[in-house]
């Protein structure tokens, strides 16, 4: 176990490259086991939840080759189709190899996966759409193991009751080999999830409609190697965006795009923040007053997640944290997870002038002055914002479990540490 040691007060300057999307690298590398051919996947982040999904592969009888963010996948030596339950319970996206073991190997047994404590993720968009497409799924042993008794999968239409990123993603694994066409209605059309698409389509698929709620799957016998660079990710870049704006800093953020900015812009618009988007990277002045713009006729504003192009919910909490050092008030509304605003109970010993309404909604006044605490963090991107809190705190913080936050930012510390802020990792 790890410990964050944060000195407050600093305003960064200075430039952060962000890593590679992490919500797109685990699914594409379960997708890598869809073909026998070598998958070379560049710009992939070195975070924990990475690296679980390379030992997943391995475990399976692949190889994997990682270095300098280049990953070379070989699946042609998969030789089990089962998962050991102690990495399924490390990894929420370990379900995402239940379609390429199944469509392989004809069959797959995972566990129950792990990931973040933000209250109830369902798994039925990913069962639904395996069976519709021909898999069995049994359940035994705490264990779900899919067959396939028609030796193969069907394509046919599928219309899931929520636009889930991973139940999208598991069912165009699947699709992109079963016989004949699918259509999936209601998919989710995240970065991430169109990024898989395409690079299942520099395998040989045939997927279109990616970016939009439907998508058109024409199945192919067989897919073939590829060579694919992962777009930066956006949720880091937000993050850094938010403690640039909460301190009051000048930073360039590199390697982004700017049509994955535009609902971030114009939220941190709404707390009087301005940016200029770029081809392949965001420049947020120096010096910004956060003040919170009432909505029309005076009335306080919600800021609310919801699938894409909606406002991320893992860019939520981070967005609180800077909440706090804007004038003004501000309800939220987390509307996707139960759990993702418990961790404002910290803020709030910090000195954060919030109220908790219920588990999905809290009320920001600012701008509060926060003090040093010890902290737990209860998952990645409550983590992160309770770094922007004890950088925006006066004294010193200590983050315990840090080895959650790795999860998802890659090379944290050192980032921090370039736009001079004082942090520092020590293990207990």
């Not at 200029?276 to 005076?298: E, M, R, S, W, Y």
Request: glycine share 10%; aromatic share 6%; net charge negative.
């Amino acid at each position: 176990m790890g410990q964050l040691h944060i000195t407050g007060g600093i305003v960064p300057h200075g430039s952060v490259k962000v890593s590679g999307n992490k919500n797109a690298a685990l699914p594409m590398l379960s997708a890598a086991l869809l073909t026998g051919d070598k998958v070379t996947l560049r710009n992939m982040p070195d975070i924990l939840d990475v690296r679980t999904m390379m030992d997943i592969i391995r475990a399976l009888g692949g190889k994997v080759e990682f270095a300098d963010n280049v990953a070379v996948i070989d699946a042609s030596t998969i030789s089990s189709g089962t998962i050991p339950r102690e990495l399924c319970a490390k990894a929420r996206t370990s379900i995402l190899f239940a379609a390429p073991l199944t469509a392989r190997l004809g069959e797959a047994k995972l566990y129950p996966p792990g990931g973040d404590v933000i209250g109830r993720r369902r798994l039925d968009g990913h069962f639904y759409g395996l069976e519709k497409l021909g898999a069995k799924l049994e359940c035994s042993d705490n264990a779900y193991c899919f067959t396939l008794p028609q030796k193969k999968l069907y394509g046919r239409d599928l219309f899931l009751d929520e636009a889930s990123v991973t139940a999208t993603e598991q069912i165009m694994m699947a699709a992109v080999l079963a016989e004949g066409h699918t259509t999936l209605l209601n998919a989710a059309c995240e970065p991430h999830v169109v990024e898989l698409g395409e690079m299942l389509n520099s395998m040989g698929a045939w997927i279109s409609g990616l970016g939009s709620n439907t998508i058109e799957i024409d199945g192919v016998q067989e897919l073939h190697g590829c060579d694919f660079t992962i777009a930066g990710d956006h949720i880091e870049a937000g993050s850094f965006l938010a403690l640039g704006a909460a301190l009051g800093g000048e930073l360039e953020i590199q390697g982004t795009l700017p049509r994955h900015y535009w609902m971030l812009r114009r939220v941190f618009e709404r707390f009087n923040i301005e940016m200029t988007l770029n081809a392949d990277h965001i420049l947020l002045p120096g010096g910004q007053q956060l003040k919170v713009k009432q909505d029309f006729g005076g009335h306080i504003p919600v800021i609310s997640d919801g699938p894409w192009p909606q406002y991320p919910s893992d860019m939520m909490s981070c967005t609180v944290v800077m909440a706090t050092q804007a004038e003004g008030c501000a309800l939220f509304f987390e509307k996707m997870f139960e759990s993702r605003l418990y961790f404002v109970d910290r803020l709030i010993d910090m000195g954060a002038n919030a109220i908790v309404c219920d588990p999905h909604r809290v009320v920001i006044s600012g701008p509060s002055r926060l003090h040093g605490s010890v902290m737990s963090s209860p998952d990645i991107r409550a983590g992160m914002a309770m770094v922007i809190a004890g950088l925006c705190a006066e004294g010193n913080s200590i983050i315990k479990s840090s080895e959650i936050i790795y999860r998802g930012y890659a090379n944290l510390v050192e980032k921090l540490q370039n736009l001079g802020l004082e942090v520092r990792e020590i293990s207990q």
